[in-house]
């Protein structure tokens, strides 16, 4: 089977009408994983995610047992490396009534794992923050049209900053800088990426130090070095913030790849 192809609701192959309703209500939350011979690191990081974030959006307990069950399915065969997406809605929910908790439909969509780059980003600001940031949610419009913007001014991607203009975290990624002894992460409203909480707990081991501050965006030449991290990409340097250029340590980005190394994977 083709894997391009492969999307399922509920470990079935999805129907025109799961597809019709996921087009017209665009209503629900999602995780995104790299998959390896069956295994993902921070695999518990997203079943958490995907439990939390149900409850919030349709009072109802998500059955991980069940998410498990659907994933191993539709990655049956494939050793990978594979690029896995869940979106978590429910084809019980009411526009007229979204207050009355609904049962959670599972769609799984399985592709080849996209390819990395070590190229150095280059992003712009915007003042944009996020809609229910604790929520990774299927409401996506405004952070690829940051990013088609910022490519249209020159740059590769988008990073927002808030109304006090302090950093918040990168249109699909979050953003942390090296101060010379650490790691600093924003301390804003943003997404917590199961990539960062990864990269936090490799620190940890390490003793390196790994702390959140509040980082105006005028600060940003204080720091020695910056970097992205995502599902798609654990860590990726930065080389410029709209005119602030920062040093590509190739040192420190080895360092932050082998915290995310040290977690193990999790069999699915």
């Known amino acids: 089977m083709n894997t391009i192809e492969r999307t399922e609701v509920n470990g079935e192959p999805a129907t025109l009408g799961d597809l019709r ?78 207050a009355a908790p609904v049962a959670a439909d599972v769609l799984v969509m399985v592709n080849p794992a996209g390819r990395t780059s070590d190229t150095p980003l280059r992003v712009k600001s915007f003042r944009y923050e996020r809609d229910s ?65 990864l990269l936090q707990a490799g620190l940890v081991k390490r003793c390196v130090s790994s702390i959140a501050r509040s980082i105006a965006l005028s600060d940003v030449g204080h720091y020695r070095a910056a970097f992205f991290t995502n599902s798609s990409q654990a860590v990726r340097p930065i080389s410029r913030i709209d005119d602030t250029e920062f040093v590509t340590d190739a040192e420190f980005t080895a360092m932050l790849a082998a915290c995310y190394d040290s977690n193990p994977d999790e069999r699915i």
């Open 133 to 197: 940031p604790h929520v990774k949610h299927v409401g996506t419009f405004p952070l690829f049209q940051h990013r088609r913007l910022a490519q249209q001014a020159g740059y590769d991607d988008a990073l927002f900053v808030d109304r006090n203009d302090c950093i918040s975290e990168g249109s699909i990624w979050n953003v942390g800088f090296f101060d010379g002894k650490g790691v600093v992460w924003p301390d804003a409203p943003q997404l917590e990426g199961v990539s960062k909480q």
């Open 21 to 98: 309703w996921l087009a017209a209500t665009n209503h629900g939350h999602f995780t995104a994983m790299r998959v390896l011979d069956g295994k993902v690191r921070g695999l518990q990081f997203h079943l958490d995610r995907l439990k939390r974030s149900t409850l919030a959006l349709f009072g109802s307990e998500l059955d991980i047992a069940f998410v498990r069950k659907c994933l191993r399915h539709a990655i049956a065969g494939d050793a990978g490396p594979l690029s896995v997406r869940v979106n978590v809605f429910s084809r019980a929910y009411d526009r007229d009534r979204p």
